[in-house]
């Protein structure tokens, strides 16, 4: 939200934004939201989503972006959620190579794309976004548990 959205919504944003994402989900797209969820109790810590259809994305690509709440960060939340994402995307889509934007300062969201697979595959100029690229053949392997302490 900081990088690419100026900062938080108003309650009023978000929930748009919310109603947006189901009504999104009901007709299959062209983004697909999941909600983020951690602690006990389980609450939303934040969101990550999948663009099928995107301005310079090639068909059978997938631009994943990801945010969270500050106390949800650092405890490896972000780069599951991005590896979870990035098997939905090849099973149940087809999606054979994922996209993830970021600014080139923000260095919390270049190591959950570091971490997750994905490799630099062109850097933006002047005021543009990094690409970072991962091929998405054998995303359907299992994966590994949810572990805190994974540092993003």
Same mark, same amino acid.
């Given at each position: 939200?900081?990088?690419?959205?100026?900062?938080?919504? #108003?309650? =009023?944003?978000? =929930?748009?934004?919310?109603?947006?994402?189901?009504?999104?989900?009901?007709?299959?797209?062209? #983004?697909? #939201?999941?909600?983020?969820?951690?602690?006990? +109790? =389980?609450? /939303?810590?934040? #969101?990550?989503?999948?663009?099928? =259809?995107?301005?310079?994305?090639?068909?059978?690509? %997938?631009?994943?972006? @990801?945010?969270? @709440? +500050?106390?949800?960060?650092?405890?490896?939340?972000?780069? $599951?959620?991005?590896?979870?994402?990035?098997?939905? /995307?090849?099973?149940?889509?087809?999606?054979?190579?994922?996209?993830?934007?970021?600014? +080139?300062?923000?260095?919390?969201?270049?190591?959950?794309?570091? $971490?997750?697979?994905?490799? /630099? %595959?062109?850097?933006?100029?002047?005021?543009?976004?990094?690409? @970072?690229?991962?091929?998405?053949?054998?995303?359907?392997?299992?994966? %590994? +548990? @949810?572990?805190?302490?994974?540092?993003?």
């Amino acid at each position: 939200v900081r990088w690419l959205n100026g900062g938080p919504g #108003t309650h =009023e944003t978000v =929930e748009a934004h919310v109603r947006a994402c189901m009504a999104a989900w009901q007709a299959g797209g062209p #983004t697909i #939201t999941f909600g983020i969820c951690a602690g006990v +109790p =389980e609450r /939303l810590v934040g #969101t990550v989503d999948a663009h099928l =259809e995107l301005a310079g994305l090639e068909p059978g690509q %997938a631009n994943i972006a @990801y945010g969270l @709440y +500050p106390e949800a960060r650092g405890r490896g939340l972000a780069s $599951r959620a991005v590896a979870l994402m990035c098997t939905f /995307l090849a099973t149940r889509h087809g999606v054979r190579e994922a996209i993830i934007r970021t600014e +080139p300062a923000n260095a919390a969201s270049v190591a959950v794309a570091l $971490r997750t697979g994905f490799r /630099l %595959a062109r850097r933006g100029g002047e005021g543009e976004l990094n690409w @970072y690229v991962r091929d998405l053949a054998g995303a359907s392997a299992p994966i %590994a +548990p @949810y572990s805190a302490g994974n540092g993003d």
